[in-house]
Structures are given as C-alpha cells and as structure tokens.
C-alpha cells in the first residue's frame, strides 16, 4: 500500500499543540564518596493530535522518535587523562544518528506515555496527547580505577549531545511512515572539579546556567534509516580510557 492509495494522509492529520521545552533550571550536582552524581534538566515534548477515522484492518501508531547526532562525554583526570563515553560509528562520520529508542520498543522513544495506537474501523476522530521527556543521570568517580589509588584526580566532566526528535503516524500493516514535525535539541554540561578539596565543595557548574531551548524546525527532516532500528545509544557506547601517554583503551566494549 503506497501514500497515493493510503486512506490517512498528512493533511488529514491534526497537531493541535505541540510544545518541546528544556527546563529552565541549572543541573544538580551532588557530591558523595564514591563520586559525582549530576542530573540535567528535563527535555519535554507533547503533542495533541486529531487522528481521522481510521479504516477496517488498519492499525496507526502516533508517537515520538528520537536518534542521537552527536555525542562528547569526557571525564578528565588531571593530567593523567580521560575517560571517554563514545558513540564509534558516530564518531567515525559512519551514520548520522543512532537510535535512541529504549531498546524495546524500536521505532519508538518508549511505549507508554510517548505512543498512541488506534486500531480501525474507527467511526470518527481520536483525539489524544503523546509526551515523552529525556535528561541525563550520570555517576563519575572522583578517583581512576587504573590508578590503584584512592586519591581524587577528577578535574572535569564535559558532556555536549545533540538530538533530533520526530512527531510520526505509523501504518503498522503497510509501514508507511507520515513524519508530522521535527525538532532539534541540545544539552550540555560542564563542570570543573577541584581535587583538593573537601567533599562537598569540590564541584561547580561552569560555563552556561541554563539550556538552550529545542527548535521545532519549519522543514521535517527525514529519519535516517538506522534512527528507525536497533541497535540503540546504549548499546553501542563504549567507554574508552585515553591516556595522555600511550594508547587507547577499551574499558567497557558497547553490548
């Protein structure tokens, strides 16, 4: 079944309100023994949409997408090195995006808030909501596991990670796609960290307070191939550790 024959088609499909918001807060920072918690703020997008009536032996689901463009991760321990959290084949120029989904429910960003599925004959128009929101959790400890030692060496956590996040009607029967918005969004973190001193005052957040809010582009972008299939970002991550001297190292190989 193509898009000519297709009984649902793009204008026929109403987004009364989209929003896509960073929060306007700092990220937190908590210091602990074994290490630095930080939590960003919350990305959110929500879209409320009027799907026409879908036909007998069709099933439509409505929800978000999300594929990671780019991604920085660096943890620096003076002037021993750093620990590096990387996408290769991102890294590489391989792929432009990599699925971001929650490894389950691929195409999709998640499966319960972030989806709606409506199953024909339908009689007239479902009205619905679909939402989703993202931020980073992440733990890094404040000494170097190769160094044997307990001494705190942790001097910097860098993170700069990009998005693109699509709005999508899905004919599950014949697989075809209607994108209905596309949005960008950014976040990034920057913390300097002073070894020396005490717990609980070692850690400030530098550079920018607040996020830059997303961008609902004018023109949707098309999904790259593999943003629609597995693996996903956690998948394929690798931690590397590099060194100021010497070479590379595989820390943790991506699943």
Same mark, same amino acid.
């Given at each position: ?63 978000? %997408? ?11 321990? @003076? ?17 432009? $995006? ?58 910097? %956590? ?10 999508? $009607? ?21 913390? $300097? ?13 530098? @550079? ?11 023109? %949707? ?24 001297? @010497? ?9």
């Amino acid at each position: 079944m193509g898009s000519d024959n297709s009984s649902i088609k793009r204008e026929s499909i109403v987004v009364c309100d989209l929003s896509a918001t960073i929060d306007h807060c700092p990220t937190v920072i908590e210091e602990s023994l074994c290490g630095l918690q930080y939590k960003t703020p919350y990305f959110k997008a929500s879209a409320q949409i009027v799907m026409p009536p879908v036909p007998r032996n069709e099933t439509w689901v409505v929800g978000w %997408i999300q594929a990671c463009t780019h991604k920085e991760y660096y943890n620096t321990y @003076g002037d021993v090195g750093m620990s590096s959290w990387e996408l290769p084949q991102l890294r590489e120029g391989l792929v432009q $995006a990599i699925s971001d989904s929650d490894g389950v429910s691929y195409p999709w960003y998640g499966n319960t808030t972030e989806t709606v599925t409506i199953v024909g004959p339908t009689s007239k128009p479902s009205r619905f909501i679909v939402s989703m929101n993202d931020s980073f959790s992440s733990h890094v400890t404040w000494t170097l596991w190769i160094s044997g030692s307990n001494t705190p060496l942790l001097t910097n %956590i860098k993170r700069d990670q990009s998005f693109t996040t699509w709005l999508v $009607a899905l004919n599950t029967t014949s697989r075809e796609k209607i994108l209905l918005h596309t949005i960008k969004w950014r976040m990034r973190v920057d913390i $300097a960290v002073d070894p020396s001193l005490p717990l609980g005052s070692r850690a400030r957040l530098v @550079g920018r307070v607040h996020q830059d809010q997303p961008r609902v582009l004018t023109q %949707i972008e098309p999904i790259p191939p593999n943003a629609m299939r597995g693996p996903n970002a956690n998948e394929v991550q690798v931690l590397m550790w590099r060194p100021r001297r @010497g070479p590379p190292v595989v820390v943790i190989p991506p699943k």
